[in-house]
């Protein structure tokens, strides 16, 4: 019995599937009879139509930040799709999101993981293959790369993690501006608190969790856009 908040993601191959609703039902169906029965809430449902070969994936990401925002559950209706995407894959894991499949509820983050390690994998092949060459290259007298692993390169640990930290923080407000936009786009809220209220009945939370408050919705406002 499904738990809890949920976003669902669904793809369709082709801009008429999306106009028409062609498949897209099917998958809306399948997602809705699996969480049936349980105490949940679906927050938002995102659309893909792309080709199957399209790396670009805005409605994932848009899913993705949502899941990441509010701590809710990826849902899709079937996984043998969007498993062979390695796209989707890679944007899933990086993500951190909890994940479940409609057609196979068992499959989880490990089964993710699974799947894409059979991919990092081929790209270790790769990297092996590479170094070979390049070790290959130095026996016959090629000159590569320059001094590595110096002291200045330890120094710079505590910076590099500090703006790895800001980078991080500056890419949360950017997709809970994105948010914000949204809302006030298709709804009445225009001042702060009411802002506020939006992101809570969304299940977004805080930066630092908890309930959003109009001192925090004007920090994300006013933040400079980070480069």
Known sequence: M?????????RVSTARQGRSGLGLEAQRRAVTDFLDG??????????????????????????????????????????DRLSRNLAFLAKLQDSGARFVAADMPEANELTIHIMAAVAQAERKAIS???REALAA???????????????DDLRKGPAISADVRGRHAAERALKVRRRIDAITAETNAKSLRQIAAALNARGITAPRGGKWHAAQVKAVLERPARP
Do not use: I, M
């Open 137 to 151: 290259a130095k026996a016959r007298g090629v000159r590569l790369g320059g001094n590595r692993g110096n002291l």
């Open 38 to 79: 349980g105490s949940w809430e679906l927050l938002a449902e995102f659309v893909e139509v792309e080709s199957g070969k399209a790396d670009d994936r805005p409605q994932l990401e848009q899913a993705l930040a949502t899941c990441e925002l509010s701590g809710a559950t990826l849902v899709v209706a079937k996984l």
């Open 128 to 130: 092996t293959r590479t």
């Open 2 to 10: 499904a738990q809890g908040n949920f976003v669902a993601y669904y």
